[in-house]
Structure formats: structure tokens, C-alpha cells
């Protein structure tokens, strides 16, 4: 297996999340999901320009916390990032109130419940 380098990794982190930014819809999104994404649960509208450059192989989004209104009851588990034409640009299910790539306010979310963004970011291993 290959090792990246500080500057590999930051230039394949730029490449990823730059993807968000594509598209002839609104912003990018953020979906947030219960397991195997039986059921959405929260959908986060991300800014414009979705993720700062990449420092240390790791970009992190921009104009947080971002708050959005519930659309299902659950318990969040995975999420799913979205361009602005809608297309899936990358998943995960490191979902947690801390300490993980996407921190939410809760992860027991009930139906028109607010909920906040406050941390997300992606990592390219080295």
C-alpha cells in the first residue's frame, strides 16, 4: 500500500470535497440517516463553497453550526454527501454527538426537531 505524502493527501482531499461545490442545483447537502439509510432523517443545505482547503489531509466544512429541521424520527447512524445536481459524492457512519467526522447536536432525533451541524469534516489517509 502506497504512503501519501502531506501535500498528496491534501490535494486528494481538495479534489473530493470540491465536487460538492459541482452542479447546477442550490448548494451541496448533507443527509443525515438512520442505518443503511432505511430512513432520512435531517437534510443540512451546506454553503456555498461546502469545505475549506485541506490542511493535514483533513478539510472541514465551511460556516458551521448549520442548523436544520428534522424530517423523520430515528436514530442518526450514517450520512451521505450530496452535489448541487443531487449526486451522492461520498458516505460514512462516523455520526456521533463528539469525537467523529459529523457532529449533531443529538443523535435521537424526533420529527420537525432542530438540529445542528456543529462539526464535519473528511480525511485522506496517509
Same mark, same amino acid.
Given at each position: 500500500?502506497?504512503?501519501? /505524502?502531506?501535500?498528496? $493527501?491534501?490535494?486528494?482531499? #481538495?479534489?473530493?470535497? #470540491?465536487? *460538492?461545490?459541482?452542479?447546477?442545483?442550490?448548494?451541496? /447537502?448533507?443527509?443525515?440517516?438512520?442505518?443503511?439509510?432505511?430512513?432520512?432523517?435531517?437534510?443540512?443545505?451546506? %454553503?456555498?463553497?461546502?469545505?475549506?482547503?485541506?490542511? !493535514?489531509?483533513? %478539510?472541514? %466544512?465551511?460556516?458551521?453550526?448549520? /442548523?436544520?429541521?428534522?424530517?423523520?424520527?430515528?436514530?442518526?447512524?450514517?450520512? $451521505? *454527501? $450530496?452535489?448541487? #445536481?443531487?449526486?451522492? *459524492?461520498?458516505?460514512?457512519? !462516523?455520526?456521533?454527538?463528539?469525537?467523529?467526522? &459529523?457532529?449533531?447536536?443529538? &443523535?435521537?432525533? /424526533?420529527?420537525?426537531?432542530?438540529? #445542528?451541524?456543529? !462539526?464535519? !469534516?473528511?480525511?485522506?489517509?496517509?
Amino acid at each position: 500500500m502506497p504512503t501519501l /505524502t502531506t501535500a498528496a $493527501r491534501n490535494a486528494a482531499c #481538495d479534489a473530493i470535497v #470540491d465536487l *460538492v461545490d459541482v452542479g447546477v442545483g442550490s448548494n451541496g /447537502t448533507l443527509e443525515v440517516g438512520t442505518t443503511g439509510f432505511a430512513s432520512t432523517l435531517v437534510t443540512f443545505n451546506l %454553503a456555498a463553497t461546502a469545505f475549506g482547503a485541506a490542511a !493535514s489531509g483533513t %478539510a472541514t %466544512a465551511a460556516s458551521l453550526p448549520i /442548523t436544520a429541521t428534522a424530517s423523520a424520527s430515528g436514530t442518526a447512524a450514517e450520512y $451521505r *454527501v $450530496r452535489n448541487a #445536481d443531487g449526486t451522492a *459524492v461520498w458516505s460514512g457512519n !462516523s455520526v456521533g454527538t463528539s469525537g467523529t467526522e &459529523l457532529v449533531l447536536s443529538s &443523535l435521537s432525533i /424526533t420529527n420537525n426537531q432542530s438540529i #445542528d451541524l456543529t !462539526s464535519f !469534516s473528511i480525511t485522506v489517509p496517509s
